[in-house]
């Protein structure tokens, strides 16, 4: 029986991390096994504020050797501390699964006794949970830097996927933030882990392959000073870099007192800006020097791809039936899904607005900057269309993506349909 005071804890001290989308895995069961990755149980599941659930959330302990600035669980701060055993965290994951509790498994750990301790506490648990257990749920698991290369690519081979935390967005705030972590520690695994992926790739290795569900990181947002083009110019790097499948952001919370940190969190706002520039940079062929500049900051008042548009006037408007998928992508209110449905729809015939609001077109944003059969329905003044956009922008100012409410129906374009 597991301690619940010791669960709250590891639970509670595991809610700053933000890196543990389940989504892209294909593990499935095999005859006798338990749990299954590829099908029902890992589903995309979000609180509203974007964070991910169904996953068993967990630190394998909160006693830290480190002492970064910004977190609760650092070894100056004055909190309570626990640690579970790996059998532990596999009862606890096994018991969970079967009562339907959970999908799968998110285990981090802080870094104690030291790095290759902790990471081969942190690999047992998991051969366990695969060989002894036979759990073949998602499992991702947090990488610990400094930890030796050999106890990572065991793990590699028996998690879905791994994130290393890039944590600051600069070298120079990590010596000041982070002192006992560099750069380099969390590149190079980062790179290693790439390369295997990529050697399975071009393998065709089926058996053991190297995390199916790629690698992930997580920056702090607001710890530090960077603006968000640096941010933005970094994630563009590691996508590009490392074939990451998320760049995660974590706006920072001010839960930790320190001269060295600011007394206020960064926001919700300026977090949802960055993952939608991010969607911008992945899905709608932006370079992150259209969206913002290496030292300006993403505006509140727009999203960024309206922000671009409204500085690109004259390249508007633009036909709805003649202009490229790439031009389409770039028009505020036409998301990727929609600028396909577009080219697919205008293959049989030409399309009108009637014809792009069944398509779920958001118009209000769209008609200022498109034509149909050469019809405009935009506004000419452009004081107008900046009113008018701001006015549309202004419900995701009071809150982020929700599931659970009926607002979320209208609000799901945000991020994933921009
Ligand atoms: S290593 Fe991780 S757990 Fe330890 S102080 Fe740094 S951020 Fe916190």
Not at 87 to 109: A, H, P, Q
Not at 125 to 131: D, E, N, S
Not at 173 to 197: G, V
Not at 217 to 223: D, F, H, R, V
Request: hydrophobic fraction near 35%.
């Amino acid at each position: 029986m597991i301690d619940e005071k010791k669960l709250e804890i590891l639970t509670e001290s595991a809610k700053y991390d933000v890196s543990c989308s389940s989504s892209g895995s294909k593990r499935a069961n095999t005859p006798g096994g338990l749990g299954n990755a590829s099908f029902g149980g890992i589903c995309h599941s979000f609180t509203p504020d974007g964070r991910c659930i169904s996953l068993l959330k967990i630190l394998m302990s909160n006693e830290c050797i480190y002492d970064c600035e910004y977190c609760p669980n650092r070894r100056s701060a004055d909190v309570p501390r626990a640690r579970l055993t790996p059998d532990e965290i596999c009862e606890l994951t096994v018991n969970f699964y079967k009562r339907n509790y959970i999908e799968g498994l998110f285990l981090s750990s802080a870094v104690f006794d030291s790095p290759d301790k902790t990471m081969e506490l942190l690999c047992e648990t998991i051969l366990k949970l695969r060989k002894l257990y036979r759990f073949n749920g998602y499992i991702h698991l947090k990488g610990i830097p400094h930890a030796d290369g050999a106890l990572m690519m065991k793990a590699a081979r028996l998690a879905d996927r791994m994130s290393y935390n890039i944590e600051l967005p600069s070298e120079k705030s990590l010596k000041l933030l982070a002192p006992q972590k560099s750069r380099q520690s969390l590149i190079m695994p980062m790179m290693s882990l790439k390369e295997a992926m990529d050697y399975d790739r071009v393998n065709k290795v089926r058996k053991n392959k190297v995390l199916p569900a790629g690698q992930t990181t997580q920056m702090i947002i607001g710890a530090s000073p960077e603006s968000d083009g640096q941010i933005l110019k970094l994630t563009e790097a590691l996508y590009r870099r490392m074939n990451l499948k998320r760049v995660y952001y974590s706006s920072y919370i001010p839960v930790v007192k320190s001269d060295k940190l600011p007394a206020a969190g960064a926001g919700l706002l300026r977090e949802h800006r960055l993952y939608q520039a991010d969607w911008l940079i992945r899905f709608y062929g932006f370079d992150v020097d259209e969206i913002c500049g290496e030292d300006e900051n993403l505006s509140p008042d727009y999203d960024p791809k309206c922000a671009w548009a409204l500085k690109n006037m004259q390249l508007f408007p633009v036909e709805i039936n003649s202009a490229p998928l790439e031009t389409l992508l770039r028009v505020p209110g036409i998301g990727a899904r929609g600028a396909y449905k577009i080219c697919e729809a205008r293959k049989f015939a030409s399309l009108d607005f009637d014809n792009l609001a069944k398509m779920r077109i958001v118009l209000k944003r769209a008609k200022h900057f498109i034509t149909c059969k050469g019809k405009f329905y935009g506004s000419d003044s452009f004081a107008q269309v900046k009113t008018s956009l701001m006015l549309e922008g202004t419900n995701e100012r009071a809150e982020q993506l929700s599931m659970f409410s009926e607002r979320s129906v209208s609000l799901s374009a945000l991020t994933g349909e921009l």
